[in-house]
């Protein structure tokens, strides 16, 4: 009877030990920065610090993935994502994807591309100052199909590095801050959006209710490689109501300015200035009073080769969100007033009167301005 029992009690820790056998023992990851030397990175199952790359980032290739288990282990997947920094994995570029290794046997398996390996920074980053964190864990299954994670203690594998800057194939970088800014007027009074190299913009404040609202002008920085032309320079723009959506219009730029220089190592790069001065566009002509608008703003630059470059389209479009009062649309001309059978908002029982670009104007303005929602021309 002892006999049997011990004989029993073995099989049983056989049987246990081999379950827990069953496990990821060992992950090396083996990547290129910058097409510099390769180098391998072990990983720890649980405390291991996330790598952060001092030096912006152009290239960065994942070439080999090494994995040992032990037991009964299959399915064995490299399983990654990449967003936005500031975003922590809930940005809208973020996607997990899976991809299986190949098993070599004995517990061995590998994840060896083709080529130089996977290209984790898109050539579309190289002109955006992007702060990326690619995240990362192995992932495989028991005998049971359950999942086993090597996943640093549940924290994953974390590599943050910066685009944008220096060599490489990049041909056009924004600044970091104060990349663009958009000057528009209120009712005649003026505003400035700063907008930064990620589409951001200060104030955060928006319109609000306003009877006209006037494009005045813009600016928009940035650095161009040695080896790029600019053709072109502008501001888009379009005004929708909300709930809808509108087609896009363009601010020219009518002035510029370029100085040349070095970057930090010693690389020839142009920084250029482009402005669009005085271009004095009115947004809310013909729109219509007592309904809530949407002005979305992006800046379009094409370099010689006809290549476009977007600032705020794609990641974080400009928004400012503005609602028409009520007698303020614009209709035809409603014939000829006399100065003085108009009143500029002075004194009591005034109105405001604004010119075709949304301007306020006393007395003394002469043409066709704007009054209760009507166009009328003064003279005399």
Same mark, same amino acid.
Do not use: H
């Given at each position: 009877m002892k006999k049997r029992f011990f004989t029993l009690l073995f099989v049983l820790i056989t049987i246990v030990s081999g379950v827990l056998a069953q496990e990821i023992t060992s992950v090396t990851l =083996?990547?290129?920065?910058?097409?510099?030397?390769?180098?391998?990175?072990?990983?720890?199952?649980s405390g291991f610090?996330?790598?952060?790359?001092?030096? +912006?980032?152009?290239? #960065?290739?994942?070439?080999?993935?090494?994995?040992?288990t032990s037991g009964a282990v299959s399915d064995v997947a490299f399983v990654g994502t990449m967003y936005s920094t500031s975003e922590g994995g809930l940005g809208p570029d973020d996607e997990w994807r899976a991809i299986p290794l190949e098993s070599l046997g004995n517990g061995k398996w590998v994840l060896e591309p083709e080529g130089e390996g996977i290209? #984790?920074?898109?050539?579309?980053?190289?002109?955006? $100052? *992007?702060?990326?964190?690619?995240?990362?864990? &192995?992932?495989?299954? %028991?005998?049971? @199909?359950?999942?086993? #994670?090597f996943n640093n203690g549940g924290a994953n594998y974390k590599v943050v590095f910066f685009t944008g800057e220096g060599g490489g194939s990049w041909k056009? *970088?924004?600044?970091?801050? %104060?990349? +663009?800014? #958009? =000057? &528009? +007027?209120v009712d005649g %009074?003026? !505003?400035?959006?700063?907008?930064?190299?990620? +589409?951001?913009y200060e104030p955060t404040d928006q319109p609000g209710q306003l009877s006209s609202l006037v494009i005045k002008g813009f600016h928009v920085g940035f650095i161009r490689n040695e080896d790029v032309t600019i053709n072109d320079v502008s501001l888009q723009y379009k005004v929708f109501e909300e709930g809808q959506d509108g087609g896009w219009n363009r601010l020219d730029s009518n002035e510029y300015n370029e100085m040349s220089g070095t970057d930090s190592q010693g690389n020839p790069e142009h920084k250029m200035d482009y402005f669009g001065r005085n271009v004095n566009r009115s947004v809310t002509e013909g729109l219509e009073p007592g309904k809530n608008y949407t002005l979305e703003i992006m800046y379009q630059i094409i370099d010689?080769? @006809?290549?476009?470059?977007?600032?705020? !389209?794609? !990641? $974080?479009?400009i928004y400012l969100h503005f609602s028409l009062l009520s007698g303020t649309g614009i209709e035809a001309v409603h014939g000829s007033e006399s100065l003085n059978s108009l009143s500029f908002g002075e004194g009591r029982g005034g109105v405001p009167v604004y010119n075709l670009?949304?301007? !306020?104007?006393?007395?003394?303005?002469k043409g066709i301005v704007i009054t209760n929602g009507k166009k009328m021309i003064v003279k005399d």
């Open positions: =083996t990547i290129k920065e910058n097409g510099g030397e390769s180098f391998p990175v072990p990983l720890s199952s610090e996330d790598v952060v790359l001092e030096e +912006a980032v152009t290239s #960065l290739m994942i070439q080999k993935v090494e994995v040992e290209e #984790l920074v898109e050539e579309k980053w190289l002109s955006q $100052n *992007k702060n990326k964190t690619f995240e990362y864990f &192995i992932q495989a299954k %028991n005998s049971s @199909g359950s999942d086993i #994670l056009v *970088k924004f600044y970091k801050k %104060n990349t +663009a800014s #958009l =000057t &528009i +007027a %009074n003026d !505003r400035q959006y700063m907008v930064s190299g990620d +589409a951001t010689g080769e @006809g290549k476009y470059f977007f600032l705020g !389209r794609d !990641r $974080n479009p670009q949304g301007q !306020r104007v006393g007395k003394g303005y």
